[in-house]
Nanobody, 126 residues
Framework: QLQASGGGLVQTGGSLRLSCAAS????????MGWYRQDPGKQRELVAT???????NYADSMKGRFTISRANAKNTVYLQMNSLKPEDTAVYYC??????????????????????WGQGTQVTVSS
């Protein structure tokens, strides 16, 4: 399960920090990321980060948003600065390549390709 938090209402130019923690008997997660969706629009990439720390950003977020993760906590963060009204959306966290312990032994792992969090609303007022 992915639990996102940190959304809210902020004025133009303000900042917010989103967090998303994966729970369960997790061994590792390959890629974690953030996507966002406005009503009536397609979900779009915000940023992703690999287990090794390689990052990828959508062009409109470069220089304003910073993604990071704490592997030991299975948590991904999104620091959002210089927010604009067009950043208003529901932000979803995503995990790709999830290995979990099955309980049948320390090296017995289950693989799940993809998991989504429940979303957190970010509203930027002008």
């Amino acid at each position: 399960q992915l639990q996102a938090s940190g959304g809210g209402l902020v004025q133009t130019g303000g900042s917010l920090r989103l967090s998303c923690a994966a729970s369960g008997s997790i061994f590792s997660i390959n890629v974690m990321g953030w996507y966002r969706q406005d009503p009536g629009k397609q979900r779009e990439l915000v940023a992703t980060i690999t287990r090794g720390g390689s990052t990828n950003y959508a062009d409109s977020m470069k220089g304003r948003f910073t993604i990071s993760r704490a592997n030991a906590k299975n948590t991904v963060y999104l620091q959002m600065n210089s927010l604009k009204p067009e950043d208003t959306a529901v932000y979803y966290c995503n995990a790709v390549g999830i290995y979990t312990y099955t309980g049948r032994g320390p090296s017995d792992l289950a693989y799940e390709y993809d998991k989504w969090g429940q979303g957190t609303q970010v509203t930027v007022s002008s």
